[in-house]
T-cell receptor, first 111, second 114 residues
Framework: KQEVTQIPAALSVPEGENLVLNCSFT??????LQWFRQDPGKGLTSLLL?????REQTSGRLNASLDKSSGRSTLYIAASQPGDSATYLC??????????FGKGTSLLVTP | DAGVTQSPTHLIKTRGQHVTLRCSPI?????VSWYQQVLGQGPQFIFQ???????GRGNFPDRFSARQFPNYSSELNVNALLLGDSALYLC?????????????FGQGTRLTVV
């Protein structure tokens, strides 16, 4: 059974800081890993998709890395802004037809 | 191009009632999946449909059912509602059913059972 864990559960930083969100998974036999953003009470917005053969993906101020052998992924956010405040979810394609999600990291960026 | 659309956005039902939630995938996407997200948790997989056939089912009771129509839209049905069914129901759209295909989510339907 695939378990996905996200640390920390919550994070508060001042505007402008660079920050790292962590995601770990127990079984390295994944197809890919996807990072999402969720605003309160809203749906999920896809941020980055990393295929199992890739090591990292970048989009703007976001960079995600994947180390399958150690079962870890990190999401790096550069120069954080108040608008980045949201919950960030990590999910892995494991079984072939379903995403396994972590519980998320709730991020607050203060002005 | 429209994203994944779900309706209704909010719904209040009484215990024991039945509910139908609807989802329209991104144009050209043939796979629709349903997830349940309770407060403070990550989404949990309920069903995946591809080309109108069920491809996968999560650990949910038989009160939950779904179907996909020829235009690839989908319905999620829940019978005999329980208080514990209160959650945000999310629909995800993918081009294909294969693992590794990027999933795009709708805004969700917030179901409250009283």
């Amino acid at each position: 059974k695939q378990e996905v864990t996200q640390i920390p559960a919550a994070l508060s930083v001042p505007e402008g800081e660079n920050l790292v969100l962590n995601c770990s998974f127990t079984d390295s036999a994944i197809y890919n890993l996807q990072w999402f953003r969720q605003d309160p009470g809203k749906g999920l917005t896809s941020l980055l998709l990393i295929q199992s053969s890739q090591r990292e993906q970048t989009s703007g101020r976001l960079n995600a890395s994947l180390d399958k052998s150690s079962g870890r992924s990190t999401l790096y956010i550069a120069a954080s802004q108040p608008g980045d405040s949201a919950t960030y979810l990590c999910a892995v394609w494991y079984s072939g037809y379903a995403l396994n999600f972590g519980k998320g990291t709730s991020l607050l960026v203060t002005p | 191009d429209a994203g994944v659309t779900q309706s209704p956005t909010h719904l209040i039902k009484t215990r024991g009632q039945h509910v139908t939630l609807r989802c329209s995938p991104i144009s050209g996407h043939k796979s629709v999946s349903w997830y349940q997200q309770v407060l403070g948790q990550g989404p949990q997989f309920i069903f995946q449909y591809y080309e109108k056939e069920e491809r996968g089912r999560g650990n949910f009771p038989d009160r939950f059912s779904a179907r996909q129509f020829p235009n690839y839209s989908s319905e999620l049905n829940v019978n005999a509602l329980l208080l514990g069914d209160s959650a945000l129901y999310l629909c995800a759209s993918s081009f294909s059913a294969g693992a590794g295909t990027e999933a795009f989510f709708g805004q969700g339907t917030r179901l409250t059972v009283v």
